[in-house]
């Protein structure tokens, strides 16, 4: 079974700083799916970034961009220029590419706080 | 375009009851999973849906049972509660089984005393 693990239970970032989450996964697949949601207050979970095993180039969405670290089954996300709206809950999850096992598998979360 | 609905927002319940929980998934999506998000947790697989079947579970007993409508609209049942099954439940819609991406709606809030 695969298990995923935030390792930071909260982090806080000065407005306009970079900061960056850490998720370590565990598999014995060797294609899967790699995901970044948050979840501000609202409680909607939303996708903010994903990464397919396969590709050696790291995802880039914006201000978000991800250092996917296979060998290592590292998959830190990077915020820069932080903004306020970015205060939420941040979720790593992972899941597999087979067909009837789309399930999505997440670990226990980071809380970032932006600081005016 | 609507998202992802569901229904009540919030919900108190006491121990032994049943409760039903409600998604519509966003247009033109035929697929929906249900996730169970405890308090400073993150969300747990419990079920998905496709073609009106159950066709993946998570680790989780049968008192937690669900339903398709043809219209792709599902319901999530909870026999028995216990106050432990008191949590956010997260409903995600997605096309063909879930290999994209996985749309999540507002949650229900369970409260169980």
């Known amino acids: 079974a695969q298990t995923v693990t935030q390792s930071q239970p909260e982090m806080s970032v000065q407005e306009a700083e970079t900061v960056t989450l850490s998720c370590t996964y565990d598999?014995?697949?060797?294609?899967?799916?790699l995901f970044w949601y948050k979840q501000p207050p609202s409680r909607q979970m939303i996708l903010v970034i994903r990464?397919?095993?396969?590709?050696?180039q790291n995802a880039t969405e914006n201000r978000f961009s991800v250092n996917f670290q296979k060998a290592a089954k590292s998959f830190s996300l990077k915020i820069s220029d932080s903004q306020l709206g970015d205060a939420a809950m941040y979720f790593c999850?992972?899941?597999?590419?087979?067909?009837?096992?789309?399930?999505?598998?997440f670990g226990t979360g980071t809380r970032l706080t932006i600081i005016p | 375009d609507a998202g992802v609905t569901q229904s009540p927002t919030h919900l108190i319940k006491t121990r032994g009851q049943q409760v039903t929980l409600r998604c519509s998934p966003k247009s033109g999506h035929d697929t929906v999973s249900w996730y169970q998000q405890a308090l400073g947790q993150g969300p747990q697989f419990i079920f998905q849906?496709?073609?009106?079947?159950?066709?993946q579970r998570g680790n989780f007993p049968d008192r937690f049972s669900g339903h398709q409508f043809p219209n792709y609209s599902s319901e999530l049942n909870v026999n028995a509660l216990l106050l432990g099954d008191s949590a956010l439940y997260l409903c995600?819609?997605?096309?063909?089984?879930?290999?994209?991406?996985?749309?999540f709606g507002p949650g229900t809030r369970l409260t169980v005393l």
């Open positions: 995600a819609s997605s096309f063909k089984g879930g290999r994209d991406e996985q749309f």
């Open positions: 598999t014995s697949e060797s294609d899967y799916y």
């Open positions: 990464q397919e095993a396969y590709k050696q």
């Open positions: 999850a992972y899941r597999s590419p087979n067909f009837g096992n789309e399930k999505l598998t």
């Open positions: 849906y496709y073609e009106e079947e159950e066709r």
